[in-house]
């Protein structure tokens, strides 16, 4: 496999200069021939990024069998192919390889996050919110929630909906302020000629409730990660435990995971 991963450090060159032409020939004939070699391996191997998608998949996609992992990251392969071809503005294509990063990693927030905006970019409201509702049980930090609440606010803002757009705006700073939002919630006020008028925490949730939104993160996705800290913790995997536990802590600010990632900052250098 490390003349696969050869190639693709050749072709990451191409992208360097811009030349994402010949970069999207040479990755699309890297992928050809990877997927000839992994056909025997599609849907039972699984290129994860961290130990922790291996039990989201479980845990959500409801599998008993353990997953195997890829020896090469054939998802990332795909994601960057997408990133390729969203530059040379093959928005279809590129959507397809984003798809085809999900055979490989099911729980890949990065490659749902670029599904969304793809979706964005044609206009397709549809997909746009079907494919940020699927990535909600994965959002593990307050960046990814407030990234998902601000896809939820352009889905209402495109479909003409600015009462429930502008709350979810503003929900979305209350995770993790980003200018993003702030932008957006600029351009509704001048549009409709009206200051943003302010909300409190319970009516911005009545908001998201009465629309069937979830109004934070999946209690489900905190449990599993800080379970996986623990378990990595006791194997010794020291960066992976450090990693679970200051997610739980940037979503939560628990006392305990707080304690955990105070512990590890210096044994998580080590593995």
Not at 115 to 124: A, H, P, R
């Amino acid at each position: 496999m490390d003349k696969y991963q050869e190639t693709f450090e050749k072709i990451k060159k191409f992208t360097e200069k811009k030349d994402y032409l010949s970069a999207s020939k040479e990755m699309k004939q890297l992928l050809e021939q990877l997927e000839c070699d992994l056909k025997d391996q599609k849907g039972t191997y699984f290129s994860f990024n961290h130990i922790l998608e291996a039990y989201q998949y479980q845990y959500f996609k409801k599998t008993a069998n353990e997953p195997l992992f890829t020896e090469i990251n054939i998802a990332a392969f795909y994601r960057f192919y997408g990133f390729i071809l969203m530059h040379l503005n093959r928005i279809g294509d590129s959507i397809t390889a984003y798809e085809n990063a999900l055979d490989w990693n099911p729980v890949d927030l990065d490659a749902f996050f670029q599904l969304s905006e793809l979706y964005k970019k044609s206009g397709d409201l549809k997909h746009t919110k079907e494919t940020t509702l699927a990535l909600y049980n994965y959002c593990c930090t307050r960046a990814t929630m407030a990234h998902f609440y601000r896809n939820l606010g352009f889905y209402y803002l495109e479909s003409y909906k600015p009462e429930i757009a502008i709350p979810l705006y503003i929900y979305s700073n209350i995770f993790y302020d980003t200018k993003q939002a702030h932008n957006e919630l600029e351009y509704l006020s001048k549009a409709l000629n009206q200051p943003t008028r302010e909300y409190s925490i319970k009516e911005l949730q009545a908001v998201l409730s009465k629309e069937d939104l979830p109004i934070g993160p999946n209690p489900d996705t905190i449990g599993i990660t800080f379970r996986v800290g623990q378990l990595e913790l006791e194997l010794e995997h020291f960066s992976n435990a450090f990693d679970c536990f200051s997610m739980v802590y940037d979503l939560t600010q628990d006392k305990e995971a707080k304690e955990m990632v105070n512990m590890l900052k210096d044994k998580a250098d080590i593995n």
